[in-house]
């Protein structure tokens, strides 16, 4: 009996910190497409932003929800102080330049699908029920990092240069964010939850996008075995960091504190 | 940056169904152009989406002609 209660909790606080992870990483990826709707290289890009930006946030919302059995969703969206937001560390400050947003869209959007697919045959039904709808909406988010890394790639050497290193940038984070093989990821996949965590997951990842590096030139095997000095993996990112003041103030949505309904 | 080229966008609701032309997107290449027209008309639930570029539509015929004629008449 206590065998049971105790497995029961190891995985039920496993699943609600990952769903955090995801709900936190997707507002935020969310809020970046958002910040380029206007202001895109062209039109038809803006729109693609603005689509991503809607489907992330529904994800977002789905997510959140799946938290209110345990904890004040209306907290987690509204009343949050930075150091508590669980979002991959690369989101924590606005893109300096469409270089950045690309390497985003191509790699962030991939390693948050690569880890939803971790969880199609989930042992926790709520996110079983939803994952397979999250994957199919966003199939076409890295298609357009993609499309936009390769055009950046071919388009001359100073293009080819800003894109590969903010593809290299990028990916060291991306690739850290799947955590090393703790206690956590453990659980995780012992109590069914995920198919596997941890540097399983990354190693998927790492040969998901492997195309694209081996376009730019960048090498995948040196993020293969991150430094995990400083990293808090329940919040899966470098302990003590958090996004910036702006960013804060935008995700909690701070300047229309006086419209929230109960 | 290379140029753009129109590509002509047709989907359908439902299998079987004819394809409607639905509208255009610019884009530099096939693959943009895929991701462009899937988000800029994603406001439907399509069966199935397929793009164009607008110089590959091979003209079968067209009345210009006969219609200028008669408008001339």
Known sequence: ?262 | MQSRSVYEVFARKNRGEPLRHIGTVSAPDDELARVYAFSTYDEEKWFDMFVTPRDRLVEVFNRRDVIAAQEGA
């Not at chain 1, 935020?28 to 489907?55: F, H, K, N, V």
């Not at chain 1, 150091?83 to 950045?100: M, S």
């Not at chain 1, 990354?202 to 998901?208: F, G």
């Open chain 1, 1 to 262: 009996m206590s065998q049971t209660a105790t497995t029961t909790t190891v995985r039920e606080t496993a699943v609600h910190d990952l769903i955090l992870v995801l709900a936190d990483s997707k507002r935020l990826l969310g809020m970046r497409y958002a910040e380029w709707i206007l202001g895109a290289p062209e039109l038809e890009t803006g729109i693609a932003c603005a689509s991503m930006a809607q489907d992330e946030w529904g994800h977002g919302r789905l997510l959140y929800a799946l938290l209110k059995e345990v904890t004040d969703v209306d907290r987690l969206e509204h009343g949050r102080e930075a150091h508590e937001y669980r979002n991959i560390e690369v989101l924590d400050h606005a893109p300096a330049d469409w270089f950045d947003v690309v390497a985003i869209n191509a790699l962030v959007d991939q390693a948050l699908t690569v880890q939803l697919e971790a969880l199609t045959d989930s042992s926790y039904a709520p996110l079983k029920q939803r994952v397979a709808k999250l994957i199919e909406e966003e199939r076409f988010h890295s298609a357009h990092g993609v499309a936009w890394l390769k055009r950046l790639a071919a388009a001359g050497d100073e293009s080819r240069d800003r894109i590969r290193n903010a593809v290299t940038q990028t990916l060291a984070v991306t690739a850290r964010w799947f955590g090393p093989d703790s206690d956590d990821a453990r659980a995780l996949v012992e109590t069914g939850v995920a198919a596997a965590a941890g540097s399983a997951l990354r190693q998927r990842y790492l040969d998901r996008v492997q195309p694209l590096l081996h376009l730019l030139g960048v090498d995948a095997a040196a993020c293969a075995n991150p430094d995990f000095a400083g990293f808090d993996p329940v919040a899966r990112r470098t302990a003590g960091s958090a996004p910036d003041a702006a960013t804060i103030t935008r995700i909690r949505g701070d300047k229309n504190r006086m419209f929230l309904m109960d």
